[in-house]
């Protein structure tokens, strides 16, 4: 990615490897998703939607690799999921490309005179006595931090990134964004450790996003809530409470009397959509977050909710 030729091609080169590869490629091509993290933090403004699909591929790639093993009720994920993925019509293809990965890394080793320490190394470690586990752990300590696994370091990394792009001057970025930023959130939520202080990070971009923005980003921004409230539950519980749920009982009341006005083409309208998305996904959203135990908010939306639903049932 050193030239302007090579910056532009080379991450559509990646997007296309990950899409067609397996797990066992993610070791191989750590150094080149760093390049383009790096890329991305030296010129946002420039290459800002390109790497932003690079980016989008490969989240799409990490969930595809590392399925969660228990769906949001907490029930084993049921097919292919439980027992890993199965023989599929792209393995060859992908062992090729790790094999040719493989055998590339091999030559720049040899080139840099590696080969022949490590077979010496090698060497010597089969001397050596193997150290127990206990033992082990006993040198590691109990305060050690465990090393978290790659596609876990991966994905903050990217989610940290989609922190600062959630307010970008252009839409098209914005909802690229959102639609990471969902997929970051997919692969994290059996990492609670880790998601939770990211997605603290991330909420006042994202909050803007949903009150204050063109009304696609408000549709995409809402389907990332409804995927927040299913990993982060009590988490979000206050913060939707106060900061969303008011300002969409506000923005439904409002708009009640338009949709109360309007014929059947009101149906193929940007605020219908908007509309039916937020009041079908609300519901399950309140069951989610238990916002029962905070009637106050939800009391608002009761109008607007009666209203609205007539209203958009009618406009079917």
Same mark, same amino acid.
């Not at 790497?51 to 990490?62: D, G, I, R, Y």
């Not at 994905?155 to 940290?160: A, L, Y």
């Not at 997919?186 to 909420?203: N, S």
């Given at each position: 990615?050193?030239? $302007?030729?090579?910056?532009? @091609?080379?991450?559509?080169?990646? &997007?296309?490897?990950? =899409?067609?590869? /397996?797990?066992?490629?993610?070791?191989?091509?750590?150094?080149?998703?760093? $390049?383009?993290?790096?890329? #991305?933090?030296?010129?946002?403004?420039?290459?800002?939607?390109?790497?932003? &699909?690079?980016?989008?591929?490969? +989240?799409?790639?990490?969930?595809?690799?590392?399925?969660?093993?228990?769906?949001?009720?907490? &029930?084993?994920?049921?097919?292919?999921?439980?027992?890993?993925?199965?023989?599929?019509?792209?393995?060859?293809?992908?062992?090729?490309?790790?094999?040719?990965?493989? /055998?590339?890394?091999? @030559?720049?080793? #040899?080139? @840099?005179?590696?080969?022949?320490?490590?077979?010496?190394?090698?060497?010597?470690?089969?001397?050596?006595?193997?150290?127990?586990?206990?033992?082990?752990?006993?040198?590691?300590?109990?305060?050690?931090?465990?090393? #978290?696994?790659?596609?876990?370091?991966?994905?903050?990394?990217?989610?940290?990134?989609?922190?600062?792009?959630?307010?970008?001057?252009?839409?098209?970025?914005?909802?690229?964004?959102? $639609?990471?930023? !969902?997929?970051?959130?997919?692969?994290?939520?059996?990492?609670?450790?880790?998601? #939770?202080? +990211?997605?603290?990070?991330?909420?006042?971009?994202?909050?803007?996003?949903?009150? /204050?923005?063109?009304?696609?980003?408000?549709?995409?921004?809402?389907?990332?809530?409804?995927?927040?409230? !299913?990993?982060?539950? /009590?988490?979000?519980?206050?913060?939707?409470?106060?900061?969303?749920?008011?300002?969409?009982?506000?923005?439904?009341?409002?708009?009640?009397?338009?949709? =109360?006005?309007?014929?059947?083409?009101?149906?193929? *309208?940007?605020?219908?959509?908007?509309?039916? =998305?937020?009041?079908?996904?609300?519901?399950?959203?309140?069951?989610?977050?238990?916002?029962?135990? *905070?009637?106050?908010?939800?009391?608002?939306?009761?109008?607007?909710? *009666?209203?609205?639903?007539?209203?958009?049932?009618?406009?079917?």
């Amino acid at each position: 990615m050193s030239t $302007d030729q090579q910056g532009q @091609q080379a991450p559509r080169v990646l &997007a296309v490897i990950l =899409a067609h590869s /397996d797990p066992g490629l993610l070791p191989l091509v750590g150094d080149m998703v760093g $390049d383009v993290l790096l890329a #991305l933090d030296l010129s946002y403004d420039h290459t800002a939607a390109l790497f932003c &699909a690079v980016l989008h591929s490969l +989240m799409k790639a990490l969930v595809r690799w590392f399925p969660p093993s228990r769906d949001h009720r907490g &029930a084993p994920a049921s097919g292919r999921q439980q027992g890993g993925p199965g023989p599929r019509p792209e393995d060859m293809t992908a062992l090729d490309v790790r094999q040719f990965l493989l /055998d590339h890394r091999r @030559q720049q080793e #040899l080139a @840099q005179g590696i080969g022949a320490e490590e077979e010496e190394g090698e060497e010597e470690e089969g001397e050596e006595q193997p150290v127990a586990p206990e033992e082990a752990e006993e040198e590691e300590g109990p305060d050690v931090k465990k090393e #978290l696994p790659a596609h876990i370091v991966i994905t903050k990394e990217v989610m940290q990134r989609c922190t600062h792009l959630l307010s970008d001057p252009s839409l098209r970025i914005r909802l690229k964004v959102l $639609d990471i930023l !969902e997929l970051c959130v997919c692969v994290l939520r059996e990492a609670e450790d880790e998601l #939770l202080p +990211m997605v603290h990070r991330c909420w006042p971009a994202l909050l803007r996003r949903l009150t /204050d923005d063109d009304p696609l980003a408000v549709l995409r921004g809402f389907k990332v809530l409804c995927t927040l409230g !299913e990993a982060c539950g /009590d988490f979000l519980r206050g913060r939707v409470s106060k900061e969303v749920l008011p300002r969409l009982g506000a923005s439904l009341a409002r708009q009640a009397p338009v949709s =109360a006005r309007a014929g059947p083409v009101y149906a193929h *309208t940007l605020a219908y959509k908007l509309q039916l =998305a937020v009041l079908q996904g609300l519901g399950s959203l309140c069951l989610r977050l238990d916002l029962g135990r *905070t009637p106050a908010p939800t009391s608002d939306l009761s109008p607007a909710h *009666t209203t609205l639903t007539s209203d958009l049932h009618t406009a079917r």
